[in-house]
């Protein structure tokens, strides 16, 4: 009670200073640190005080556009209107002045803060924060999937009331059941794990009911079965199949960028990010990949864009890599460059455009599943052109050179030393495709 009876007098006292012409008591920056570090006093100053602050606070949620009505409807004419969303649906707010709209969407938005959140919604939630991190779309896709399985009826329950027990409930009776691999288990619980941890930074729950849940405990449980190298990857007869039918199709990049693929092991952005100007001396220099981008005011739109960095150095920058062209290689770099059109991209289309990669994917599991290959994922051409390279007596130091796997954690950019092997690689791989 003296708690409140403080904080109402603070609020009291804020008012009371302010000068009669002020409009706000807080400069805008003041509001926003206050919104964020104690909500619960900031709402309360908010409805005390002037419309300009919640001016401040509508403008900071609000995105769509504020207009002011002009009809023949004499009774209409000059009201005040916008959208906004409810469960998903666009609905128009009319209010005969801007105050009042402003006071709706105060209220609307206030409302909406301060109820309670589902799991689902939080996730949401939490997959936005991921984007604006930076987090590529091969992730959130990835966080989406192993959002899939979990229940329906966990998914839909306030946050703050899921149980420890309801979540091991769930993996015993149905996400076990599924056989999954040991990753695949590691993988679902600390998403789930990281779902409520956000949560509990948000302020939406209080507590991490999967945290005292261990995936150890449930590998006795998983498929512990682990693939072979031949399984991972094309066999010669796949290979020869997917050369033969590339090679009758060669106006088509796709083709073009999938008998590179073979020769290079180079990974799938890699080949869509492929300029020009990346060939030169005998060697590939792999330093770009093309990623998605979502729009920052809408997630639903995205587009294509490439990044002058691989998978493996994003956040270890090394100046990238040196691939080796050998003689069948710099065939297949023939047929692209013989591609119509021009651009500066190596696979593009007849009006300049560059291969998606989505484009590539589909066109590679299309020719797979008609030529009868249960494989059908690019990754297997970088398993197949690495056991080539075991073939060929390429070390594993200058494998991982050539394929981007390297460990190493100091930066370093391509030196003598680096071209030399590659170019012991090439000669390699040229002496085995001779034998």
């Known amino acids: 009670m003296d708690n409140n009876f403080e904080m109402n007098d603070l609020l009291s006292a804020l008012i009371t200073s302010a000068p009669a012409e002020e409009t706000s008591l807080l400069s805008d920056q003041e509001m926003m640190v206050l919104l964020r570090r104690n909500p619960e006093i900031a709402h309360r100053l908010?409805?005390?005080?002037?419309?300009?602050?919640?001016?401040?606070?509508?403008?900071?949620?609000?995105?769509?556009?504020?207009?002011v009505l002009r009809t023949k409807d004499r009774y209409r004419n000059g009201h005040w209107t916008t959208y906004v969303y409810v469960n998903g649906k666009r609905k128009k707010v009319e209010k005969a002045t801007e105050d009042k709209l402003y006071d709706f969407l105060f209220d609307f938005y206030h409302g909406q803060e301060n109820r309670n959140k589902t799991y689902e919604e939080v996730f949401e939630l939490?997959?936005?924060?991921?984007?604006?991190?930076?987090?590529?779309?091969?992730?959130?896709?990835?966080?989406?999937?192993?959002?899939?399985?979990?229940?329906?009826?966990?998914?839909?329950?306030?946050?703050?009331?899921?149980?420890?027990?309801?979540?091991r409930k769930w993996f015993v009776l149905d996400f076990l059941t599924r056989n999954p691999k040991k990753e695949g288990m590691k993988k679902m619980l600390?998403?789930?794990?990281?779902?409520?941890s956000f949560g509990m930074e948000q302020g939406y729950c209080f507590s991490n009911p999967a945290k005292r849940i261990y995936a150890r405990d449930y590998f006795k449980f998983c498929d512990l079965s682990t693939r072979s190298n031949e399984e991972r990857s094309f066999s010669s007869e796949d290979i020869d199949k997917l050369r033969t039918y590339c090679l009758g199709d060669r106006k088509n990049p796709h083709a073009a960028m999938m008998l590179v693929a073979m020769e290079t092991g180079m990974r799938v952005g890699e080949l869509a990010a492929l300029k020009h100007e990346d060939i030169e001396d005998g060697f590939i220099h792999v330093h770009r990949q093309q990623v998605i981008q979502f729009d920052s005011e809408d997630d639903t739109k995205r587009h294509w864009r490439d990044v002058e960095y691989t998978k493996n150095e994003r956040t270890n920058p090394k100046g990238g890599r040196l691939v080796p062209i050998t003689?069948?290689?710099?065939?297949?770099?023939?047929?692209?460059?013989?591609?119509?059109?021009?651009?500066?991209?190596?696979?593009?289309?007849?009006?300049?455009?560059?291969?998606?990669?989505?484009?590539y994917l589909y066109y590679l599991r299309?020719?797979?599943?008609?030529?009868?290959?249960?494989?059908?994922?690019?990754?297997?051409?970088?398993?197949?052109?690495?056991?080539?390279?075991?073939?060929?007596?390429v070390d594993g130091n200058e494998r991982c050179l050539v394929l981007g796997h390297s460990m190493q954690t100091n930066e370093r950019h391509y030196s003598f030393s680096d071209r030399r092997k590659a170019e012991d690689v090439r000669n390699k791989l040229n002496e085995l495709e001779m034998a």
Do not use: W
């Open 46 to 67: 908010i409805a005390m005080t002037n419309m300009k602050a919640k001016q401040l606070y509508v403008d900071s949620r609000h995105t769509q556009k504020i207009s």
């Open 126 to 167: 939490f997959i936005k924060s991921k984007r604006e991190f930076g987090r590529s779309e091969l992730t959130i896709k990835d966080y989406q999937r192993y959002h899939g399985f979990l229940d329906k009826n966990i998914k839909k329950k306030d946050i703050a009331l899921i149980t420890e027990d309801e979540i």
């Open 327 to 359: 003689d069948r290689c710099q065939s297949a770099l023939n047929i692209a460059l013989e591609l119509p059109g021009e651009s500066e991209y190596v696979f593009h289309h007849p009006d300049g455009r560059a291969v998606l990669k989505d484009s």
């Open 190 to 196: 600390q998403q789930v794990q990281a779902v409520f």
């Open 366 to 393: 299309r020719r797979c599943k008609a030529l009868g290959i249960k494989i059908s994922h690019n990754h297997a051409f970088r398993v197949t052109y690495n056991a080539k390279l075991i073939e060929a007596g």
